[in-house]
C-alpha cells in the first residue's frame, strides 16, 4: 500500500489509529484517536512522547519492539493522563513498512473500553454487594437446569442444609434432604409449578446432612418456560426460618397458656365467692334465730369467709405484682433480716391452707439466726407462694418440708413435699408465667404464684430451681440467695 494510501486508511479508522515515523512522529491520525484521548487536535510532525509526555516507559518498550518489526497486542490497559484521568484501551501496535521492505514506522490502533470497564466494576461492586447481603441475611441463591437436572448453588445454600462443596446436588439430592414427613408435600408443590403455575412459596422442614438437626426453611422462586411452555429453568432463594417458626410456636403456646389462664382464673375467682355468699346467708339467718349456739357458728362462719377472702387477696396481689414487676414499677426495700423470722411467718401464712388439707409440714432450720438482706415482705412472699405451691399440688395428707442453711457465700431454702410431681420438660419452664405441671383436668391455681417468685428472687440477686423426678414422685424448689457479709468476720480479718 502507498505512503498516501496507508495515511487515508489511518485518517477513516472507525476507531482510534494513529501512524508514526521511527522518530514516533506524527504521520495521520483518525478522529476517534482524538476522542478516545480527549484532546482537540495533534500537529502532524510532532513528536508522540511532546504530546503525551505521561507514556508510561513499558510502552515506550512496545513501540521500539514494532519498529523492530513485531506487532504486540492488549486486550484491556490502564492510561493515566498527565490530568490525572484514567482510561482503559484495549490497542494494537504493528509496524508499517515503506515501498522497499523497511519498517517506516508504526501504526496503534487503539478502543476506549473505560464506559465497558466502568459496567463491569459497577457489576462487580453490585454482585459483592449482592454476596454481603445474601451472607448477612443467610440467603441461599437457586438455579435449577431442569432439562439438564443441575443446579447452581450459592455458598449460603450449602450452609443452610448442612453440605459441603462438591458435585451439585440434583433435585432428587434436594428431595432427600427435605424431612419425609413433607416431602410428599414439596414434591406435589414443585410439580404444581413445573406444570403451569410457575411460582415456588413454600415452607418445610430440613434434615440437616452435617448434624441431623431439624430446621425450618422456606423457598420462594419461580419458574421459566420456552415457547412450547415447556419447564425450563427454575431460580429462587431458600431462607432458614426455624427462629421465626420457633416464636410461632412460643406465641401459640402463650396464647394457649393464657386462654387456659382466663379460664382457671374464672374458676379460681369463682371458688371463694360461693362459699363467701353462703357465709353471708347462714350470718343473716343466724342473726334472725334465737339457737343458743348462733354465736360459735358465727365465728365459724366468719372463719371461713376469712380464710376465703385472703385467698382471693393472694391472687389479686400476685397478680397486680407481675403487673407491676413487668412494667419495673416494684421496688425492694432491702434491710437485714433474720431468715428463720421470714419462714415463720410465711409458714404462719399458709397455715389455713394446710390444715384444710391435713398437711405436714416440717421445718430444718438452724437454732441461730440466719441473716439476709433484702426486703422481708417480698422474701415472705416468695416463700409463702412456695409453700402454697406445694400445698396445692399434694394430695390430703402430704408431707412438705421446709429447710434452711448457709453454704459459702450463699443461704438456700429448700421446699419438698410428696406431691403430684413436675415432667422433666417442664423443670424450667413452671417459672414462666401461666405455667402450670400435669394434665389440666389436675392443674390448680393460676400458674403466677412460681413466676413472682422467681422475678423477685432474681431482683435480689439469686436463683430459684425446681426438682422434680417425675409425675406422682413429688417436687422440690431450691432458693439461693447471696449470704450477707459476717461483719465481725471481716473484723478479725482486719485486725489480724
Known amino acids: 500500500m502507498r505512503l498516501a494510501d496507508l495515511r487515508l486508511f489511518v485518517e477513516d479508522a472507525p476507531i482510534g489509529a494513529a501512524m508514526f515515523d521511527?522518530?514516533?512522529?506524527?504521520?495521520?491520525?483518525?478522529?476517534?484517536?482524538?476522542?478516545?484521548?480527549?484532546?482537540?487536535?495533534?500537529?502532524?510532525?510532532?513528536?508522540?512522547?511532546?504530546?503525551?509526555?505521561?507514556?508510561?516507559?513499558?510502552?515506550?518498550?512496545?513501540?521500539?519492539?514494532?519498529?523492530?518489526?513485531?506487532?504486540?497486542?492488549?486486550?484491556?490497559?490502564?492510561?493515566?493522563?498527565?490530568?490525572?484521568?484514567?482510561?482503559?484501551?484495549?490497542?494494537?501496535?504493528?509496524?508499517?513498512?515503506?515501498?522497499?521492505?523497511?519498517?517506516?514506522?508504526?501504526?496503534?490502533?487503539s478502543d476506549d473500553i473505560t464506559p465497558q470497564?466502568?459496567?463491569?466494576?459497577?457489576?462487580?461492586?453490585?454482585?459483592?454487594?449482592?454476596?454481603?447481603?445474601?451472607?448477612?441475611?443467610?440467603?441461599?441463591?437457586?438455579?435449577?437446569?431442569?432439562?439438564?437436572?443441575?443446579?447452581?448453588?450459592?455458598?449460603?445454600?450449602?450452609?443452610?442444609?448442612?453440605?459441603?462443596?462438591?458435585?451439585?446436588?440434583?433435585?432428587?439430592?434436594?428431595?432427600?434432604?427435605?424431612?419425609?414427613e413433607d416431602r410428599a408435600r414439596v414434591s406435589e408443590a414443585m410439580e404444581s409449578a413445573l406444570l403451569g403455575s410457575g411460582t415456588i412459596d413454600h415452607d418445610f422442614r430440613i434434615l440437616r446432612a452435617n448434624d441431623g438437626a431439624v430446621r425450618w426453611a422456606s423457598s420462594k422462586g419461580e419458574v421459566h418456560f420456552d415457547v412450547q411452555g415447556e419447564a425450563v429453568r427454575a431460580m429462587g432463594a431458600v431462607y432458614d426460618i426455624t427462629e421465626r417458626k420457633?416464636?410461632?410456636?412460643?406465641?401459640?403456646?402463650?396464647?394457649?397458656?393464657?386462654?387456659?389462664?382466663?379460664?382457671?382464673?374464672?374458676?379460681?375467682?369463682?371458688?371463694?365467692?360461693?362459699?363467701?355468699?353462703?357465709?353471708?346467708?347462714?350470718?343473716?339467718?343466724?342473726?334472725?334465730?334465737?339457737?343458743?349456739?348462733?354465736?360459735?357458728?358465727?365465728?365459724?362462719?366468719?372463719q371461713m369467709a376469712r380464710r376465703q377472702i385472703d385467698h382471693l387477696s393472694r391472687l389479686v396481689n400476685d397478680l397486680l405484682d407481675m403487673t407491676r414487676i413487668d412494667h419495673g414499677k416494684i421496688s425492694l426495700e432491702r434491710k437485714e433480716a433474720d431468715l428463720i423470722e421470714l419462714l415463720a411467718h410465711a409458714a404462719e401464712l399458709t397455715q389455713p391452707g394446710f390444715e384444710?388439707?391435713?398437711?405436714?409440714?416440717?421445718?430444718?432450720?438452724?437454732?441461730?439466726?440466719?441473716?439476709v438482706h433484702g426486703d422481708p415482705v417480698r422474701l415472705t412472699q416468695v416463700f409463702a407462694n412456695?409453700?402454697?405451691?406445694?400445698?396445692?399440688?399434694?394430695?390430703?395428707?402430704?408431707?412438705?418440708?421446709?429447710?434452711?442453711?448457709?453454704?459459702?457465700?450463699?443461704?438456700i431454702v429448700t421446699v419438698r413435699d410428696n406431691g403430684q410431681g413436675i415432667p422433666a420438660d417442664m423443670l424450667t419452664?413452671?417459672?414462666?408465667?401461666?405455667?402450670?405441671?400435669?394434665?389440666?383436668?389436675?392443674r390448680r391455681g393460676l400458674g403466677v404464684g412460681l413466676a413472682l417468685a422467681r422475678s423477685v428472687v432474681e431482683m435480689h440477686g439469686g436463683a430459684i430451681e425446681a426438682e422434680s423426678e417425675g409425675l406422682g414422685r413429688g417436687s422440690e424448689f431450691t432458693v439461693r440467695l447471696p449470704a450477707p457479709r459476717d461483719r465481725r468476720h471481716d473484723s478479725a480479718c482486719l485486725d489480724a
Open 117 to 180: 470497564k466502568r459496567a463491569e466494576e459497577a457489576l462487580r461492586e453490585a454482585l459483592t454487594r449482592q454476596r454481603l447481603a445474601q451472607s448477612a441475611g443467610r440467603i441461599g441463591i437457586w438455579d435449577w437446569d431442569i432439562r439438564n437436572n443441575r443446579t447452581y448453588l450459592n455458598d449460603e445454600w450449602y450452609e443452610i442444609y448442612g453440605l459441603t462443596r462438591g458435585e451439585p446436588p440434583t433435585y432428587e439430592d434436594f428431595l432427600a434432604q427435605v424431612h419425609p
Open 429 to 442: 419452664s413452671i417459672f414462666e408465667m401461666f405455667a402450670q405441671a400435669g394434665p389440666a383436668a389436675t
Open 246 to 302: 420457633e416464636m410461632e410456636r412460643a406465641l401459640r403456646e402463650t396464647d394457649r397458656r393464657k386462654s387456659e389462664f382466663l379460664a382457671m382464673l374464672a374458676h379460681e375467682l369463682r371458688n371463694p365467692l360461693t362459699p363467701i355468699s353462703n357465709a353471708v346467708n347462714v350470718l343473716e339467718r343466724l342473726s334472725d334465730s334465737g339457737e343458743p349456739d348462733a354465736k360459735e357458728k358465727k365465728r365459724a362462719v366468719l
Open 356 to 371: 384444710a388439707k391435713g398437711h405436714q409440714l416440717v421445718t430444718d432450720l438452724p437454732l441461730a439466726p440466719l441473716p
Open 22 to 109: 521511527r522518530e514516533m512522529r506524527y504521520l495521520a491520525y483518525s478522529r476517534h484517536w482524538l476522542v478516545n484521548h480527549r484532546i482537540e487536535s495533534i500537529a502532524l510532525g510532532r513528536s508522540h512522547y511532546e504530546v503525551f509526555p505521561e507514556i508510561p516507559g513499558r510502552w515506550k518498550e512496545v513501540h521500539r519492539r514494532a519498529l523492530a518489526g513485531e506487532t504486540i497486542r492488549e486486550t484491556e490497559d490502564q492510561f493515566k493522563h498527565a490530568d490525572g484521568s484514567t482510561i482503559w484501551l484495549k490497542w494494537e501496535t504493528r509496524p508499517w513498512r515503506d515501498a522497499d521492505g523497511a519498517v517506516g514506522g508504526v501504526i496503534i490502533f
Open 386 to 411: 412456695l409453700l402454697n405451691n406445694a400445698a396445692r399440688y399434694t394430695d390430703a395428707g402430704g408431707r412438705i418440708t421446709l429447710s434452711a442453711r448457709r453454704e459459702g457465700e450463699e443461704t
